[in-house]
């Protein structure tokens, strides 16, 4: 026997994570989420061809001379110049295969350092049962996650960018933003963590007073910080050169690697038994051995234990978990690939396969041959039991080394693509690229400076961040495509077929457990790290125009539910409006107030567009629709906008009803501003008595707030007037007058809004008064109180308010009273009683009361007048301060919409009523809307 002269003190390695990161990505030209609506309309007419996605798909290749299609308005860089020199012709830039591109790197960053450094310390803690578990439960978390990754990789055509790109197009700016934020700052801690995990084994062998190797290297906190910072520099000097530095410095590493790997089992076979300096002979392969290391056996105080307690699963967990964790190597390669869409399922899968019979060789070797107590005292094990030290060494040296190059690498391209995309502000210059490699030379160098900076810190405290950091974006790429299979989308048609939403949501799951697992406090702190991200990029980034998965899952959860709602129970009545509007100036304050009245319903905003040229007239049409669309984003109004294009407004009224809406959100109330007399008042004069003119005009149109005045400037609404003129002709008042038949007919409530150009919206707390008239909806009669033959509101001839009517006006009130600017307004119920006695009046307005109780409006205050020989002179009486009032509407005869004379004479009679009052709201109600039951 012989014996063999470790290194006598124990040592603390550092927990490492040797994942690769993103390349490049190329972004669009940011268009401004407010941009031209007539260059949009424009380009949307002309579809690209097939011949353009032809194209698309064979452009992998990036040129040199060429700034991978990356446009940046803020800088104009010669580095980024799409043009060569002297008319020469650009060369090509070198992809990568599978084997070079995906498996070798993926291979390299899974094997880890810790293979080396903390396997020794795993086994005797877990014993080799216990390894192989975490083995299989961490590959389970990369395999689920492989698929996922596998998935969308292959769901099109993949771009530079990696994980980054496939997250942030297929979840929106915010996550993948958010991702690779944290991606970057976990690469960059995982490379400062690789420098110091180098250093470590350089002093275990070179060290001055008891070096195993050659005593040389001096050693001191600040000699070892002054190795770390040359090491980095070489690094960073191999970095700078190209990609296909590292590409063929990852050829020789692995070489390297490979041998170390190979050494291990050969060195258990050939090593002859031998006495440590620990006094515990090495004899090889022994099944006594293997029986001892077969389970678990915690202790505390073991080489490579960092903590003063009783090692636990989860303590072993936490350090076994980052030498697996690099599986996303060969996916940040995307942008340098030659065909990402095969390679990186291909080439994952194989590095998968290749470190997955690593780890369990050596496992298996290391529980069948090392003794547990040798296990318990030195780290560098492998070393010691060797056939030549020098080949762990040189394994030691190669993972690290790669792992610092690709970090370095990665985590600036990575910067790069989050630069391009502009979703932070203040990182332009980091998405600039070589003009001929397009490698990210400045992204290096801030790279760099930040990994120097993070060689100060305790790197042992920050170690788990860059677990927290990998096992976040597992957990978000398996969301991901889990989400993408939930959403349905028919473009989502990966060629990997061997995932579904199960093993996705599980792969989340799982990480997600992991992560606790690993710390809990950690886990939260990255989990609000990314909200806060996600929170940021939110209002900070401009608009992208990748979408994101969100509009898929809506699409198909509001599908699913549509199909199961009805409107068969008044309890759950909620008003769904049809406001049907023409000139955004006069009726902007209506649409704010019906947004006010809509409760959670439904709310559509229809507009007639009158041509009988539609060809001539597209453009136009196209122009206006988007206008139109724009107001009602810029203005927070809650609804749709439909619109139909006819040469007819009643047949366009008719289409715009039946078109809105789907399944049981269809509209119920249809919402009409008045007929505009002061447009059209010369036609009909003959009609009209000359006292009756003034009461036929709105008034005023009110003095609209600077913020109102902002947003209509912002929709650029007078351009659409403008436009409009060349189709617009005058609605005449039998068309006005029918459509509200036709409304009828179709079974919808429609309401007149009067008076609502002169109307304020109230601002926050404002006091004021809602008037509501139900009319003589008490004790059973439900006819109105009767007027003059002419009165539109209530009339003495065979017209009447009924009590659909009437419910709907006080479900109107209350609906209006709970909006937050409408709710300091008193709410006030009046009806009418055709006696002056007290007693009379005393009942009703218990019965008022009574009703309101009932009804679950207690806070509305119940008024009982005496009748007046008109109708409106009530309202004229009590209501004439008030802000707003709601009555009942005499509904149109059927048929006089014929008869141009009886349309002017009934549309004159609502006018005349109502000249004087507040603006009012004229309801005629089809279906009762409230109800007394439980």
Known sequence: MHSRNPRNSQRETRKCINPNITTSLKTSKYTPKYGSIETQSTESLIRPGIERLLSDSSSFTIHEGSNNNFNNNNHNNSNNNNNTEDGEEPKVHQKLNTLNGVTLPTTLNVLSILLFLRFGFIIGQMGILGTLGLLILSYTINLLTTMSVSAIATNGRVKGG?????????????????????????????????????????????????GIIKPILIDG??????????????????????????????????????????????????????????????????????????????????AGSEIDNIETFNDMFGIFFPATAGILAGASMSGDLQNPSKSIPKGTLNGLMITFICYFVVIITMGCCIPRDLLYLDTEILQIINISPIIIVLGELSTSIFSIIVGIVGSAKLLQAIARDEILPGLSIFGRGDSKTDDPKEGIIITWLICQLFLFADLNKIATFITMAFLMTFIVTNLSCALLRIGSAPNFRPSFKYFSTNSALMGSIISIIAMFIVDGISAGIIIGLLGILIILIHFISPPKLWGDVSQSLIYH?????????????????????LLLVDDPITSWTLIRFCNNLKKGGLYVLGHVFLSNKLIEDIGIFTISKNKWMKILEISKVKGFYQTSISDNYRNGIINIFLGSGLGGMKPNISIMGFYDFNKYEGKYRGFINDEDIESLQEGYCRQMSEEEMIILKNGNFEEVENSMKKMKRNISICEWVGSIEDLIMLGSSVTIAKGFPRMEIPDMGEIGVIDLYPMEMIGGDKKSINTSTNSSINSKSNMDIGID????????????????????????????????????????????????EILRMGDAKAVVVTQEEIASDVIRKH????????????RVEMGISLDERRCVEWVSGIARECRGLPPLLLVDAQAETLTTEL
């Open 557 to 577: 959860q509001v599908r699913k539910y549509l199909l199961k709602l009805r409107q068969d129970n008044v309890k759950y009545w909620r008003p769904q409006i």
């Open 805 to 852: 009517t009437g419910t709907m006006i006080l479900q109107m009130g209350a609906i209006l009273h709970t909006v937050p600017r409408w709710k300091e307004h008193q709410v006030r119920v009046i009806v009418t009683v055709c006696s002056n006695s007290d007693e009379i009046i005393k009942n009703r307005h218990y019965e008022l009361e009574k009703l309101l």
């Open 162 to 210: 990696g994980a980054y790109y496939m997250l942030s197009r297929s979840l929106g700016v915010e996550f993948g933003g958010g991702i690779g934020v944290i991606f970057y700052i976990g690469q960059i801690l995982n490379s400062s963590m690789n420098v110091a995990g180098l250093v470590e084994p350089l002093m275990y062998n070179f060290n001055e007073f008891d």
């Open 879 to 890: 209501s004439n301060k008030s802000r707003l009032v709601i009555t009942g509407l005499n």
């Open 221 to 302: 906190y600040w000699w070892r910080f002054s190795y770390c910072t040359l090491i980095l520099f070489i690094c960073v000097i191999v970095s700078l050169i190209g990609s296909s530095a590292v590409s063929n410095a990852g050829k020789y590493l692995c070489i390297m690697l490979i041998i170390s790997i190979i050494s291990i089992p050969i060195s258990a076979i050939l090593v002859k038994p031998f006495m440590t300096e620990y006094g515990i002979e090495y004899i090889g392969f022994s099944f006594d051995i293997l029986k001892d290391n077969l389970l678990p056996r915690f202790t505390k105080g073991a």
